[in-house]
């Protein structure tokens, strides 16, 4: 569906003044959406698997561990596909209000993509750098967005999504660098031209959520207080968007529709989309292609294995 026929569609659970800053703007904050009964029951799993990342000393393709991570003290970076790992996160991504907001912006029909949960622990969480979503996982049109979920309060200083208003309208720029390696962020002459420094940065009690288009150029800064950030990431379309390139996130819930009916014809954006790496044989995270850190071939083996698992071949989720 095109924006025009998602807004001539009356809205569910926003308003249609916040669908229209949506489509302007290319992301939107919604402060406060998520109830307090979820935020209670996916804290408590998250918590669980921090707990469980402390017996770690490399990440693999379902840990992603900060260098400095310990067990003493662990910096957990990110939760790769938390929907695979526990039922819970995929409760809420497909029956929370989460999904009522995804049709209120790509349709009735809404497909899920992926997940993720990226913790920017307290006093030194990293970067992300300035990129593109979409370009990770090229689709046939650009309805897909990612929600993201604050599980606590967010403020300036603890590394808050960064979006450049109207980046979603503009140009898609490389995430290769000049040698042709790819380094999954937008090069810094390309970060000025998009507008970088006029970025919003979204900041929002416990509850709220962050919306953002697959083309939107954002980021975020280092975490500099003695707060964490954990921030849950949820990635939807139209249910008229397929893929052409392997998910680098792979999940058996990849194409699942969460909202109305299946398509039966794919809509293609006339523009193009830069095509990344063949992610098939293994993903490692976004933190460790922006830092350019090495994985040796035993970190890269397991990744693998792991990411076939995730596909459909391992264990159900835990409960």
């Known amino acids: 569906m095109t924006p025009e026929d998602v807004l001539a569609r009356p809205p569910t659970v926003l308003s249609q003044e916040q669908r229209e800053f949506y489509f302007e703007n290319g992301f939107i904050l919604l402060e406060r959406i998520v109830p307090a009964d979820w935020l209670d029951r996916l804290r408590a799993v998250t918590s669980e698997f921090v707990e469980r990342s402390r017996s770690l000393t490399k990440s693999d393709a379902v840990f992603d561990l900060e260098p400095d991570h310990t067990a003493d003290v662990p910096r957990l970076r990110r939760l790769t596909s938390p929907v695979e790992q526990h039922s819970t996160y995929w409760d809420y991504a497909s029956e929370s209000v989460l999904a009522d907001v995804a049709v ?129 990431l949820n990635v939807y379309s139209s249910a008229d968007a397929f893929t052409y390139t392997a998910n680098p996130l792979p999940s058996r819930y990849a194409g699942t529709i969460i909202r109305g009916e299946p398509a039966r014809w794919a809509h293609h954006d006339p523009r193009g989309c830069l095509v990344p790496p063949d992610w098939s044989g293994g993903y490692t995270s976004i933190f460790a292609l922006q830092q350019a850190e090495a994985w040796d071939d035993d970190q890269l083996e397991t990744v693998a294995e792991q990411h076939a698992e995730m596909k459909g071949e391992g264990a159900l989720p835990g409960s």
């Open 104 to 232: 209120d912006l790509v349709g009735p029909d809404v497909k899920f993509h992926h997940s993720k949960l990226n913790f920017k622990w307290a006093e030194g969480g990293e970067a992300v750098e300035w990129h593109q979503d979409i370009q990770y996982w090229p689709h046939t049109n650009y309805s897909p967005l990612t929600i993201g979920l604050y599980m606590e309060d967010v403020g300036d200083d603890q590394g808050p999504l960064g979006v450049v208003p109207g980046s979603h309208n503009g140009e898609l720029y490389s995430l290769y660098d000049a040698a042709g390696t790819w380094t999954g962020s937008l090069a810094e002459g390309d970060a000025a031209a998009a507008g970088a420094d006029q970025a919003a940065y979204l900041t929002g009690p416990a509850g709220s959520v962050t919306v953002h288009n697959c083309r939107t150029v954002h980021g975020s800064r280092q975490n500099t207080s003695d707060l964490g950030r954990p921030l849950l």
